[in-house]
């Protein structure tokens, strides 16, 4: 049975195992939208977990994600059903791209 919480904890801890220029590798290549598509597969923690390595990228990359967001936002899950882990990754979604609180689902 897939548990997400124990997939993004393996990852977790798999991370803490780079250096730090294998960290700045990963940096580069996980874009918004990367971000995005990973929390949308894998739950709401892994934006948490993915945060630190998107808060800097390339503005267009980042509305990009922003789009992406507003497109589940029209979710009949999200509006209508209200489903948790949707709700859950539209709003850490908005967290990551906007750690510093500027911007709000």
């Known amino acids: 049975?897939?548990?997400?919480?124990q997939s993004v904890q393996t990852i977790?801890?798999?991370?803490?195992?780079?250096?730090?220029?294998?960290?700045q590798e990963l940096d580069d290549i996980i874009t918004p939208r990367a971000a995005v598509l990973l929390t949308k597969a894998f739950g709401p923690e892994m934006a948490e977990?993915?945060?630190?390595?998107?808060e800097n990228?390339?503005?267009?990359?980042?509305?990009?994600?922003?789009?992406?967001l507003r497109a589940l936002m029209r979710d009949p899950r999200y509006w209508r059903d209200r489903d948790p882990q949707v709700v859950d990754a539209v709003s850490?979604?908005?967290r990551q791209?906007?750690?510093e609180g500027g911007e709000t689902a």
């Open 97 to 99: 791209l906007y750690p």
């Open 12 to 23: 977790a801890d798999g991370l803490r195992g780079l250096d730090p220029s294998e960290l």
């Open 57 to 68: 990228d390339d503005p267009k990359e980042r509305a990009a994600a922003e789009a992406e």
């Open 1 to 5: 049975m897939y548990n997400g919480n």
């Open 92 to 94: 850490q979604g908005f």
């Open 49 to 54: 977990l993915l945060g630190p390595l998107t």
